[in-house]
C-alpha cells in the first residue's frame, strides 16, 4: 500500500509515473473519531441551513442590496462550497473506510477545497475594504463601493483564485509518484501529495508554490485586514459624538469576529506546526476548515444590525401568511 513496486532508480527520467490511487491516512490512527465525524456531519448540516438562508435574505430583502451584500452573499456561497467539496467526501472515506482516492479525483478535490479556502481570505479582505472606506472616507464611500466596483473585485478575486490554484495542481501533474502512495492529511492536500514525489521528481516549483500560497492567501490579506484596523482605529478617535463612534465600532464587530475565526487558527497552526503533533495538527486543520463555514453565518444573524431587522422582517411576512391562510 505504502509504496510501488518498481525502483526509481531504473526508470525513464523523461517517464512521468501517476498512479491510479492514493491513500488517505488522516485519522486512522486517532481513536473514538466516530464522536467526531458525527460532530463534522452537524457542522456541515447548520452550515449548509445557515449561509442558505443568509443568501436567501440578502437576495428577498431589497434593502440588503447594497455594495457590501455582494461580498456577504459571496462569503456564504464560497461557505457553502467549501463545505460540500470537504465533508461529505471525508465522511464518506472515513466512515466507511474508502481511504483509497482516484489520482483524478484527487487533483479535483484538491483544486477546489483550497479554492473556496482561498475565497473565503479574499472576501473577508473585500469587507475589510469596505469597513475602511465606510469609516475613513464616509463622505466618499458611494462613489467608492459601489455596485459595479464590489462586483469587479469580487470577480478579479475569483479570477487570480483559479488561477492561483490551477497553477499549483498543473504543477503536481508533472510529478512522478514511484514510491509513497499514502497522503498523510485528512484530504488531498497539496503539501503532503507533492512530497510523496520527492525521491523521484523535482519537487522544487510545488515548494516554491506551497510557499507563496500561504503568504498570497494568508499573510499578505492579514497584513492588509490589520493595516485596515489601524488606519480605522485612527479614524474613531476623530469621531467626537460618542455615539457615532459607537455606531461605527458595531458595524466593525461582525468582521473581526469572521477574521478571528478564519486567520487565527490556521497562522498558528503554521507557525508552531513543529511543536504540535501530528494527529492534534490534522484535526486542527481540519477545524480551522470546517468551522469557519458553520460560524460566519451565525456571527452575521446576531452581530449585524441590517441582517437583525431584515430577519425580523421576514419572519413577520411569515407569520402573517401563516395567519392569512389559517383564516
Not at 457590501?68 to 466507511?96: G, H, Q, R, W
Amino acid at each position: 500500500m505504502s509504496s510501488l513496486t518498481s525502483d526509481p532508480n531504473q526508470t525513464d527520467v523523461n517517464t512521468i509515473i501517476r498512479p491510479p490511487y492514493f491513500f488517505i491516512s488522516g485519522f486512522i490512527a486517532i481513536p473514538d473519531m466516530n464522536y467526531y465525524y458525527i460532530f463534522l456531519c452537524f457542522v456541515y448540516i447548520i452550515s449548509l441551513v445557515g449561509n442558505t438562508f443568509v443568501m436567501t435574505g440578502i437576495y428577498v430583502d431589497r434593502s440588503l442590496h447594497s455594495p457590501k451584500y455582494i461580498a456577504v452573499f459571496n462569503l456564504a456561497f464560497t461557505d457553502v462550497c467549501e463545505s460540500t467539496a470537504l465533508v461529505p467526501k471525508l465522511l464518506d472515506m472515513f466512515l466507511f473506510s474508502r481511504q483509497l482516492i482516484s489520482y483524478d479525483q484527487c487533483l479535483t478535490s484538491l483544486f477546489f477545497v483550497f479554492l473556496f479556502i482561498t475565497m473565503q481570505s479574499f472576501n473577508l479582505t473585500i469587507l475589510s475594504y469596505d469597513r475602511l472606506v465606510a469609516i475613513c472616507c464616509p463622505l466618499r464611500y458611494h462613489m467608492m463601493i459601489t455596485h459595479r466596483s464590489m462586483l469587479q473585485l469580487t470577480g478579479a478575486a475569483w479570477t487570480f483564485a483559479v488561477l492561483m490554484v490551477l497553477i499549483s495542481v498543473c504543477l503536481i501533474t508533472r510529478l512522478s509518484f514511484c514510491r509513497s502512495l499514502v497522503i498523510d492529511s485528512y484530504h488531498c492536500d497539496h503539501g503532503p501529495l507533492f512530497r510523496l514525489a520527492a525521491p523521484c521528481s523535482n519537487v522544487f516549483p510545488n515548494q516554491m508554490m506551497a510557499f507563496l500560497n500561504p503568504c498570497i492567501v494568508l499573510y499578505l490579506p492579514m497584513v492588509f485586514i490589520i493595516s485596515s484596523y489601524i488606519c480605522i482605529t485612527h479614524a474613531l478617535f476623530t469621531i467626537t459624538l460618542p455615539q457615532d463612534r459607537l455606531r461605527a465600532i458595531k458595524t466593525c464587530t461582525s468582521h473581526l469576529i469572521l477574521v478571528a475565526i478564519f486567520y487565527l487558527p490556521v497562522i498558528l497552526t503554521y507557525l508552531l506546526q513543529s511543536l504540535i503533533p501530528t494527529n492534534a495538527r490534522i484535526i486542527n486543520l481540519s477545524l480551522t476548515s470546517i468551522l469557519p463555514p458553520m460560524l460566519n453565518p451565525i456571527v452575521y444573524v446576531l452581530k449585524t444590525e441590517e441582517f437583525k431587522v431584515s430577519v425580523k422582517k421576514m419572519l413577520r411576512r411569515g407569520s402573517q401568511r401563516a395567519v392569512t391562510k389559517h383564516f
